[in-house]
T-cell receptor, first 110, second 117 residues
């Protein structure tokens, strides 16, 4: 099993839709998790950090399920500008050796 | 605010050629990193420097060398480029990572698209 696994998508959704991505991880020692957003041909940028059971920031909600070892990202009321690849990031016992998932691609259409 | 600056943005090499990717950050960060990103594989850590004067191998260090020139600059060198090193390379820096602070995050440069023929 890969250390971090994500559904590559693409998820094609209309504007206004709610969409959710999951990310599974294998190292149970991980204490914190991150979602990064990467636009096409651009650098990744931090979207959200998840330290306990979850985190919410406007239309974005990240949840952590330690028992099942997955984190999810929920996007409500999708905008065209949300179209990007979303990377799940896990620090399995070492912040200097982060593990990035391959990413889930989201395409929001009018 | 410049943040993390990488040069060059694009580079084409022939097999066996050498080159150095330059990275500089102006945020006074202690830690700097080099990643490569390949389709379907996510970002993989090549080398990192937790602080000025130290460097350590990451997940995929073979074929690369690094130099932490000073606190601002962290370069990545390919001594003898191979087609397998065709990738997008990202430099990143962080100050808060590993501290447990709630604002810990990586700041990335805009990337270098490298093709080795």
């Amino acid at each position: 099993r890969k250390e971090v696994e994500q559904d590559p998508g693409p998820f094609n959704v209309p504007e206004g839709a709610t969409v959710a991505f999951n990310c599974t991880y294998s190292n149970s020692a991980s204490q914190s998790f991150f979602w990064y957003r990467q636009d096409c041909r651009k650098e990744p940028k931090l979207l959200m950090s998840v330290y306990s059971s979850g985190n919410e920031d406007g239309r974005f909600t990240a949840q952590l399920n330690r028992a099942s070892q997955y984190i999810s990202l929920l996007i409500r009321d999708s905008k065209l500008s949300d179209s990007a690849t979303y990377l799940c990031v896990v620090p399995p016992g070492g912040y200097n050796k982060l593990i990035f998932g391959a990413g889930t691609r989201l395409a929001v259409h009018p | 605010n410049a943040g993390v600056t990488q040069t060059p943005k694009f580079q084409v090499l022939k097999t066996g050629q050498s080159m150095t990717l330059q990275c500089a950050q102006d945020m006074n960060h202690n830690s700097m990193y080099w990643y490569r990103q390949d389709p379907g594989m996510g970002l993989r850590l090549i080398y990192y420097s937790a602080s000025e004067g130290t460097t350590d191998k990451g997940e995929v260090p073979n074929g690369y060398n690094v130099s932490r020139l000073n606190k601002r600059e962290f370069s990545l060198r390919l001594e003898s480029a191979a087609p397998s090193q065709t990738s997008v390379y990202f430099c990143a820096s962080s100050d808060r990572f590993g501290t447990g602070a709630t604002n810990e995050k990586l700041f990335f440069g805009s990337g270098t698209q490298l093709s080795v023929l």
